[in-house]
């Protein structure tokens, strides 16, 4: 979960320093071309029995959009850390 936050504002605006402005879930992914996704998770349209056919098809139509694109630059080839 990342929160995003005022460190300062203009006086009279209505807005303070520290004031809460977005919440959110974000995911990163591993796209194709060397490329790295960062999607922002939504959870507002679940359905709870993923046993049903209903689960499948609302996955399917709401889909986490990608906010960010990375290119990956280089590879670790030691996992053991």
């Known amino acids: 979960m990342t929160i995003t936050r005022f460190t300062k504002t ?3 605006g209505g807005i303070y ?9 974000i995911a990163w992914e591993k796209g ?3 490329k790295i996704f960062l999607r ?8 709870p029995d ?3 056919p ?3 098809a609302v996955k399917n139509s709401s889909l986490d959009p ?3 694109v990375f290119d990956i630059k280089s590879i670790r080839k030691d996992t053991s850390w």
């Open 17 to 25: 320093g520290g004031e809460e402005v977005n919440r959110q879930v």
């Open 66 to 68: 990608i906010i960010a």
């Open 54 to 56: 209903i689960f499948q």
């Open 10 to 12: 203009a006086a009279g």
């Open 50 to 52: 993923s046993t049903k």
């Open 32 to 34: 194709p071309d060397q």
């Open 40 to 47: 922002s998770v939504s959870y507002f349209v679940t359905s």
